[in-house]
């Protein structure tokens, strides 16, 4: 199974969620899912703190944090302060193809590293391995309605399925979006303060 497979089987779960994501991953989300809500990240590593700041922030918000492999294990030091400040809205997904795909296939460390291992040894109480879509869903419904920060993994093939459209924005106009989307379903201003009573 590939990571696709897998994103289209939450996709209408999410609703309304802020999705972080990292790579090809993040391509894949928007096809599955469209939206302002969702914020791709350049820097290799940083989904799960970036997804952990907005969760913290937002509390009231559910926060998805779409990650691979080889960016979980360059923020292994995050993952303990994640888990100590425990946000009880943010999902962090991982999908674990044992290489860097989005810079060319390198291979991770991840086959002698276990993540979920990792995720519990940091603090996460809720991780947990899954092998297929279905399974993927029913731990997504149930990381949802427990409300308590959660980690959910899976292996799957590198690759991503043909046709698949290509995402039509670099990070600089994804970041704007997103915060005008922030601005209008938070009814807040963000980028200019002081305009609040505009939106």
């Known amino acids: 199974m590939q990571r696709f497979d897998f994103l289209k089987a939450i996709a209408d779960d999410a609703g309304d969620a802020l999705a972080v994501c990292t ?11 469209p939206s302002d809500g969702n914020l ?6 940083l989904v799960s703190s970036i997804a952990a700041g907005l969760a913290l922030t937002l509390p009231h918000r559910k926060v998805i944090a779409i990650d ?28 674990d193809n044992e290489c860097y795909e989005a810079s060319g296939g390198t291979p991770t460390a991840s086959p002698i590293a276990d993540a979920v291992a990792l995720a519990k040894g940091a ?40 046709g698949l459209p290509p ?6 106009e994804n970041k704007y979006r997103f915060m005008r989307y922030l601005e209008q379903t938070e009814k807040k201003g963000i980028l200019n303060p002081g305009f609040d009573s505009k939106l």
């Open 23 to 33: 790579g090809w991953g993040a391509r894949e989300w928007w096809a599955a899912r």
């Open 40 to 45: 791709k990240t350049r820097t290799l590593g």
């Open 68 to 95: 691979g492999d080889g960016a979980f294990l360059m923020n292994l030091c995050g993952l303990p302060t994640i888990a100590l400040q425990n946000p009880p809205n943010l999902i962090h997904l991982l999908f």
């Open 123 to 162: 603090g996460y109480r809720h991780a947990s391995w899954v092998r297929t879509p279905a399974e993927f869903r029913a731990e997504f419904i149930e990381a949802w309605k427990r409300n308590d920060l959660t980690l959910i993994a899976a292996k799957v093939e590198p690759g991503q399925p043909p």
């Open 167 to 172: 995402l039509r924005l670099d990070e600089i």
